[in-house]
T-cell receptor, first 114, second 113 residues
């Protein structure tokens, strides 16, 4: 069975500071990995995804994530956060073997201080 | 045009009622999903349809019945609503043949009173 852990429930960062959100997954084969963002009262927007190939993937809004197989991690980073980055961030794992369903982590809420 | 659209966005209803949430995607995808997000923001899959066939049916009360009239639509009907059904319901779609990135709708906020 696949599972995802986001160890940090809340993170507070200052505007302009760097941000890293942690994600650890459990899955036997190579998974599909995703990061989604949910602003308050909004739906889920895809930030980036990893299927195969280059382990450093670039996404929208200046985000990037790195797949590290040895650590079963897929951490999300942004060099300089903007106030508009305040949101809930979800890491997810999927696979064809699991019928393409996504298993989500519990989410990390990011607060941005002025 | 919204890629995955669901209606209504907000729904407040009384216990015991029956309600439906509709979903349509204009991406040409072959697979559609319903996910539930509870009050703690936890997201979990409920159903998945591929080419109108049910392929994933997680442990969901049989009061919840999905219906897919065609590949572009997946509606969710809920009978005898209970307080615990209050949640945000997300429709989503993907194309299994091209990488399976899943795109979500804006969500339907259901409140049962």
């Amino acid at each position: 069975a696949q599972s995802v852990t986001q160890p940090d429930i809340h993170i507070t960062v200052s505007e302009g500071a760097s941000l890293e959100l942690r994600c650890n997954y459990s899955y036997g084969a190579t998974p599909y990995l995703f990061w989604y963002v949910q602003s308050p009262g909004q739906g889920l927007q895809l930030l980036l995804k990893y299927f195969s190939g280059d382990t450093l993937v670039q996404g929208i809004k200046g985000f990037e994530a790195e797949f590290k197989r040895s650590q079963s991690s897929f951490n999300l980073r942004k060099p300089s956060v903007h106030w508009s980055d305040a949101a809930e961030y979800f890491c997810a794992v999927g696979s064809k073997a699991a019928g393409n369903k996504l298993t989500f982590g519990g989410g990390t809420r990011v607060l941005v201080k002025p | 045009d919204t890629a995955v659209s669901q209606t209504p966005k907000y729904l407040v209803t009384q216990m015991g009622n029956d309600k439906s949430i509709k979903c349509e995607q204009n991406l040409g995808h072959d697979t559609m999903y319903w996910y539930k997000q509870d009050s703690k923001k936890f997201l979990k899959i409920m159903f998945s349809y591929n080419n109108k066939e049910l392929i994933i049916n997680e442990t969901v009360p049989n009061r919840f019945s999905p219906k897919s009239p065609d590949k572009a639509h997946l509606n969710l009907h809920i009978n005898s609503l209970e307080l615990g059904d209050s949640a945000v319901y997300f429709c989503a779609s993907s194309d299994q043949g091209s990488g399976n990135t899943i795109y979500f709708g804006e969500g339907s906020w259901l409140t049962v009173v």
